[in-house]
């Protein structure tokens, strides 16, 4: 009879220990790797090799960025914005396409909300460096193709930069540096122009965004940058100059904001939210389908 077995799984055994004996158990756990997963990280090594091997092999690393985001956005927002999207995207593929995803980079490049609390930054030469040396162990796995998935606006610069150096150093793995926001035809009609234009922080598209993915996250506060109390309101921007676009002035977000905001949250809501990621997910899923379907760069050649 057992008596006050004490069980403990170790690594799929169970050892239980009886009343005068000691009996080995050995619990033989059918460890099932997902092999549909699009999770590159949950694949394992002979799995990851088969994957690398396997024609137009793609790798979709999503970026984002551990930075203030107001007072009514999480930290994560565009980490967690990158990592939605993409999984919702890579949803809408066929199964057998051979394309998976890295972890999150939860941290990025953002100097620009430094002093702004909770906000984390990596030094360009590091973000440099990570990209560099995890795109080269990809190439010499095999992987074709690699795509930079920001949703940080403050890094695609940096992105496309070694993006290119990548490609120049590993050319037989095509790099495709792209940013979340970018290329959405139809938000110009459902944002106004300013925030389409200069890509605006934590306001009306990102909030709306955020009330339709993860409300709870989503704060009560609904700031904007033109608050009266802001004692640089009345500073503007040299007149052909902008935020972002062709004259970009690399701002700070003290420059221009005291809630941590550029735009105006105000109008944020639920509906508007659900029609963006609508948006994205058909766009990106467009894309994705398309370079899958295409033989860049020179496949096989
Ligand atoms: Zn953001």
Same mark, same amino acid.
């Not at 394309?99 to 030094?123: A, C, D, N, R, Y």
């Given at each position: 009879?057992?008596?006050?077995?004490?069980?403990?799984?170790?690594?799929?055994?169970?050892?239980?220990? !009886?009343?005068?004996? =000691?009996?080995?158990? %050995? *619990?033989? /756990?059918?460890? +099932?790797?997902?092999?549909?997963?699009?999770?590159?990280?949950?694949?394992?090594?002979?799995?990851?090799?088969?994957?690398?091997?396997?024609?137009?092999?793609?790798?979709?690393?999503?970026?984002?960025?551990?930075?203030?985001?107001?007072?009514?956005?999480?930290?994560?927002?565009?980490?967690?914005?990158?990592?939605?999207?993409?999984?919702?995207?890579?949803?809408?593929?066929?199964?057998?396409?051979?394309?998976?995803?890295?972890?999150?980079?939860?941290?990025?490049?953002?100097?620009?909300?430094?002093?702004?609390?909770?906000?984390?930054?990596?030094?360009?030469?590091?973000?440099?460096?990570?990209?560099?040396?995890?795109?080269?162990?990809?190439?010499?796995?095999?992987?074709?193709?690699?795509?930079?998935?920001?949703?940080?606006?403050?890094?695609?610069? !940096?992105?496309?930069? =070694?993006?290119?150096? %990548? *490609?120049? /150093?590993?050319? +037989?793995?095509?790099?495709?540096?792209?940013?979340?926001?970018?290329?959405?035809?139809?938000?110009?009609?459902?944002?106004?122009?300013?925030?389409?234009?200069?890509?605006?922080?934590?306001?009306?598209?990102?909030?709306?965004?955020?009330?339709?993915?993860?409300?709870?996250?989503?704060?009560?506060?609904?700031?904007?940058?033109?608050?009266?109390?802001?004692?640089?309101?009345?500073?503007?921007?040299?007149?052909?100059?902008?935020?972002?676009?062709?004259?970009?002035?690399?701002?700070?977000?003290?420059?221009?904001?005291?809630?941590?905001?550029?735009?105006?949250?105000?109008?944020?809501?639920?509906?508007?939210?659900?029609?963006?990621?609508?948006?994205?997910?058909?766009?990106?899923?467009?894309?994705?389908?398309?370079?899958?379907?295409?033989?860049?760069?020179?496949?096989?050649?």
């Amino acid at each position: 009879m057992l008596s006050d077995p004490a069980i403990g799984p170790w690594g799929g055994c169970q050892l239980v220990i !009886l009343a005068g004996n =000691v009996k080995l158990f %050995l *619990r033989i /756990e059918v460890i +099932s790797i997902n092999s549909d997963s699009r999770h590159f990280d949950y694949l394992s090594s002979p799995e990851a090799s088969e994957a690398a091997a396997k024609d137009g092999s793609t790798l979709v690393w999503p970026f984002g960025a551990c930075e203030q985001h107001g007072p009514h956005l999480p930290l994560v927002t565009d980490a967690l914005f990158a990592e939605e999207i993409l999984t919702e995207v890579l949803d809408q593929m066929p199964k057998e396409t051979p394309i998976w995803m890295l972890p999150v980079q939860k941290i990025g490049f953002s100097p620009e909300h430094l002093g702004f609390p909770g906000t984390l930054s990596i030094s360009a030469d590091l973000m440099l460096q990570l990209v560099s040396e995890i795109g080269r162990q990809l190439a010499d796995l095999g992987i074709k193709r690699l795509v930079l998935f920001n949703a940080h606006g403050g890094q695609i610069g !940096l992105l496309q930069a =070694v993006a290119r150096q %990548l *490609r120049a /150093e590993c050319p +037989s793995m095509a790099v495709l540096p792209c940013f979340l926001w970018s290329g959405i035809e139809s938000l110009k009609d459902l944002i106004p122009h300013r925030e389409v234009e200069e890509g605006l922080h934590a306001a009306l598209a990102e909030t709306s965004l955020m009330l339709s993915i993860k409300p709870e996250l989503v704060g009560i506060q609904r700031p904007f940058d033109g608050d009266e109390n802001f004692p640089k309101n009345n500073i503007s921007i040299p007149e052909g100059w902008s935020l972002e676009g062709a004259a970009p002035c690399a701002w700070l977000t003290k420059d221009l904001s005291i809630t941590g905001v550029i735009g105006d949250s105000r109008g944020a809501n639920p509906d508007l939210g659900d029609r963006l990621k609508n948006a994205l997910v058909e766009h990106w899923t467009s894309l994705f389908i398309n370079l899958m379907n295409s033989n860049w760069p020179s496949l096989g050649a």
